[in-house]
């Protein structure tokens, strides 16, 4: 009776700390991608708290950056070398907007979701510029879909 009870111990434990693992995303950085030109694929995540997004320069001459006033309060701006892979892990709830330095204005930008964002009003009111605007409505949109 007892090894059926430390057997029945040991599965449940091995599957609950599977089930809290957290889970890793990948975004590849792209001349062209299935949305047009200069672009991150996918541009939009919906992720949880202890996620990781790994940004992987698939083509060359791209790095992220966090977009000024969309990150959580208190979440450190961020921005990574160019040609180098970049793992972000998100531990705060809210929008997480990124871009890509030299093609912001092509339009290279994408949106992390993180749990439940308690800064959605001050990340969707943030000004862009270029096709960084048009994209940004587009995946805005897929954003209140997702909710």
Excluded: W
Aim: aromatic fraction near 8%; charged fraction near 25%; hydrophobic fraction near 40%.
């Amino acid at each position: 009776m007892r090894k059926i009870l430390l057997l029945t111990t040991l599965i449940s434990s091995i599957f609950i700390s599977g089930l809290a693992q957290a889970a890793d995303f990948e975004v590849q950085m792209l001349n062209k991608g299935e949305k047009g030109g200069m672009v991150f694929q996918p541009d939009f995540i919906k992720a949880a708290p202890g996620d990781t997004i790994k940004f992987v320069p698939t083509d060359k001459g791209h790095n992220v950056e966090s977009i000024k006033g969309m990150l959580p309060d208190n979440v450190e701006t961020f921005k990574s070398k160019f040609n180098k892979e970049f793992v972000l892990t998100v531990e705060k709830d809210g929008l997480y907007g990124v871009k890509c330095s030299p093609h912001y204005g092509m339009g290279m930008v994408a949106l992390i979701a993180v749990g439940e964002p308690t800064n959605e009003a001050e990340a969707i009111a943030v000004k862009q510029n270029g096709k960084a605007k048009e994209r940004f409505a587009t995946i805005f949109e897929e954003y209140e879909a997702s909710k």
